[in-house]
């Protein structure tokens, strides 16, 4: 059984530049969460999908927005970026037909908008 | 917004004595789990307690829940240095566990000296 993998570990980009992190869920999940983690603050929920639809919206622009694929793997875009948007991003992944409340975190990306 | 507030921000102790740390939220929950997170990297799921629940033991963890206080602790006993770490508490406060959307505190940091 494999663990929530994510890529790329690290990034920098530039004001008004866009992003995409990606997400690889633990085998078995069909369901992806998404979470910001700010420096010294904890995560904030941006957004789950649940069978390739969004499943639940936290306080987020729509510049950020998702997929999730076929094989339950899942992408964050962030068009526009801003320095505030330098944060960690978490993707979490859970079996949502199961009822399994406990999400499983990935390593995360660490981005720094500059 | 963070619905969890862990009590104390910092702590620092050392290795083989208990550490408690507390945390608080505001709405009904279905569940309330622990995560830990080191350096900044993902988070660790450590133990969930549902809201039917006072008390869960898990190796060196207890964790109790007291829903009419809205409050929660974590007790790690005998420390270790290895488990310095930021602890998290979050809620699942979705309806009928229709999207199970964590919100979490601002976490405690536990430093165990050698």
């Known amino acids: 059984e494999t663990g929530v993998t994510q890529s790329p570990t690290h990034l920098i980009k530039t004001r008004g530049q866009q992003v995409t992190l990606r997400c690889s869920s633990q085998?078995?999940?069909?369901?992806v969460s998404w979470y910001q983690q700010a420096l010294g603050q904890g995560p904030q929920f941006i957004f789950q999908?649940?069978?390739?639809?969004?499943?639940g919206r936290g306080n987020f622009p729509p510049r950020f927005s998702g997929l999730q694929f076929p094989n339950y793997s899942s992408e964050l875009n962030v068009n526009a970026l801003e320095l505030d948007d330098s944060a960690l991003y978490l993707c979490?992944?859970?079996?949502?037909?199961?009822?399994?409340?406990?999400?499983?975190f990935g390593p995360g990306t660490r981005l720094l908008v500059l | 917004s963070q619905q969890g507030e862990e009590d104390p921000q910092a702590l620092s102790i050392q290795e083989g004595e208990n550490a408690t740390m507390n945390c608080s939220y505001k709405?009904?929950?279905?569940?309330l789990q622990w995560y830990r997170q080191n350096s900044g990297r993902g988070l660790v799921h450590l133990i969930l307690i549902r809201s039917n629940e006072r008390e869960k033991h898990s190796g060196r963890l207890r964790v109790t829940l007291d829903t009419s206080k809205k409050s929660s602790s974590l007790l790690i006993t005998a420390s270790r240095a290895a488990d310095t770490a930021s602890y998290f508490c979050?809620?699942?406060?979705?309806?009928?566990?229709?999207?199970?959307?964590?919100?979490f505190g601002k976490g405690t940091l536990l430093t165990v000296n050698p």
């Open positions: 085998s078995g999940h069909n369901t």
């Open positions: 979050a809620t699942d406060a979705s309806g009928g566990g229709s999207n199970y959307k964590l919100t």
């Open positions: 999908y649940y069978r390739e639809e969004e499943n």
């Open positions: 979490a992944s859970s079996d949502r037909t199961h009822y399994q409340e406990t999400q499983y």
């Open positions: 709405t009904s929950i279905n569940n």
